[in-house]
C-alpha cells in the first residue's frame, strides 16, 4: 500500500494509467504503417510508449532497414491522428484503469495536489470526454511542447505548477521511458499495468491495489 501522507503530490501519466487508451495508440500507429507494408509488435512497441512520434517513426524506419522520407513521415503520423481520433469518438469511463477513479477521490478527499503528465496532446480532450478533469489541478501534456520522456520535462513542469518539490512526489507511469523520466527527475514512482521495474517503490497491474 501507499503511504498518502508521505507525498505533496501525485502525479499520473495518462495513456496506459488513467485510462486504457495506450492500446488504441498501438493500433493507429500500426494503420499507419501500413502504408509501407509492415507493423510493430507489442513488445517492440512497448519501449517506444511516451517517447514522441520522431523516435517511433525512427524506430520504425530501423526496422524496415530503410530511411523514411519526411513525406512519408508526415502520411503515417496523419494516418495515426485520424485514425486515433476516429477510435476516440466512442471513448468512455469504461476504458478506465481499474480503481483509478476511486484512487483520486481517495486523494481529492486528502487534499493532496494531483496532476497529469503526459505526452500525447490528446491528454486534455479526453479526460474532458470521459469528465476526470475535476480530480487534477494541472494537466502538464504535449500542446507544452516539452522534451518527450525519458526527458524528465514533463514530470518537473507538473511538479512546478503545482508548486511542489520533485523529491515529495509520486509517479505513477506504465512505460520504461516514463519510469525513467520519473527517475531522472529525482521523483519516487509506482509502476503500473503490470510492467516491471527495480526502482519503483511498488509495482500493480491496476489501481485496486493501492
Same mark, same amino acid.
Given at each position: 500500500?501507499?503511504?498518502?501522507?508521505?507525498?505533496?503530490? +501525485?502525479?499520473?501519466? +495518462?495513456?496506459?494509467?488513467?485510462?486504457?487508451?495506450?492500446? %488504441?495508440?498501438?493500433?493507429?500507429?500500426?494503420?499507419?504503417? =501500413? &502504408?509501407? $507494408?509492415?507493423?510493430?509488435?507489442?513488445?517492440?512497441?512497448?519501449?517506444? /510508449?511516451?517517447? $514522441?512520434? /520522431?523516435?517511433? &517513426?525512427?524506430? +520504425?524506419?530501423?526496422?524496415? $532497414?530503410?530511411?523514411?522520407?519526411?513525406?512519408? #513521415?508526415?502520411?503515417?503520423?496523419?494516418?495515426?491522428?485520424?485514425?486515433?481520433?476516429?477510435?476516440?469518438?466512442?471513448?468512455? =469511463?469504461?476504458? %478506465?484503469?481499474? !480503481?483509478?477513479?476511486?484512487?483520486?477521490?481517495?486523494?481529492?478527499?486528502?487534499?493532496? /495536489?494531483?496532476? &497529469?503528465?503526459?505526452?500525447? #496532446?490528446?491528454?486534455?480532450?479526453?479526460? =474532458? @470526454?470521459?469528465?476526470?478533469?475535476?480530480?487534477?489541478?494541472?494537466?502538464?501534456? !504535449?500542446?507544452?511542447?516539452?522534451?518527450? =520522456?525519458?526527458?524528465?520535462?514533463?514530470?518537473?513542469?507538473?511538479? #512546478?505548477?503545482?508548486?511542489?518539490?520533485?523529491?515529495?512526489?509520486?509517479?505513477?507511469?506504465? #512505460?520504461?521511458?516514463?519510469? @525513467? *523520466?520519473?527517475?531522472?527527475?529525482?521523483?519516487? +514512482?509506482? *509502476?503500473?499495468? !503490470?510492467?516491471?521495474?527495480?526502482?519503483?517503490?511498488?509495482?500493480?497491474?491496476?489501481?485496486?491495489?493501492?
Amino acid at each position: 500500500m501507499i503511504d498518502i501522507n508521505k507525498y505533496k503530490a +501525485f502525479i499520473f501519466d +495518462f495513456d496506459g494509467v488513467v485510462m486504457d487508451t495506450e492500446r %488504441l495508440h498501438f493500433k493507429a500507429w500500426n494503420k499507419g504503417f =501500413k &502504408v509501407l $507494408g509492415d507493423s510493430l509488435t507489442e513488445e517492440e512497441y512497448l519501449p517506444l /510508449k511516451s517517447t $514522441g512520434r /520522431k523516435h517511433i &517513426v525512427n524506430t +520504425f524506419s530501423q526496422k524496415i $532497414g530503410r530511411e523514411i522520407s519526411e513525406a512519408e #513521415s508526415l502520411e503515417i503520423c496523419k494516418i495515426k491522428d485520424d485514425y486515433f481520433k476516429e477510435l476516440c469518438k466512442s471513448i468512455n =469511463k469504461s476504458l %478506465l484503469i481499474k !480503481g483509478v477513479e476511486d484512487f483520486l477521490i481517495r486523494l481529492k478527499d486528502k487534499g493532496v /495536489k494531483i496532476a &497529469v503528465a503526459s505526452s500525447a #496532446s490528446t491528454t486534455t480532450e479526453l479526460l =474532458k @470526454k470521459v469528465g476526470l478533469t475535476e480530480y487534477f489541478d494541472v494537466v502538464a501534456d !504535449g500542446n507544452l511542447g516539452l522534451a518527450k =520522456k525519458p526527458d524528465p520535462a514533463v514530470f518537473l513542469k507538473a511538479a #512546478s505548477l503545482l508548486g511542489v518539490d520533485a523529491k515529495d512526489c509520486l509517479v505513477f507511469e506504465d #512505460s520504461p521511458a516514463g519510469l @525513467k *523520466a520519473a527517475e531522472n527527475a529525482g521523483m519516487d +514512482f509506482v *509502476a503500473v499495468s !503490470g510492467i516491471k521495474s527495480e526502482k519503483a517503490i511498488l509495482e500493480i497491474m491496476d489501481f485496486t491495489e493501492v
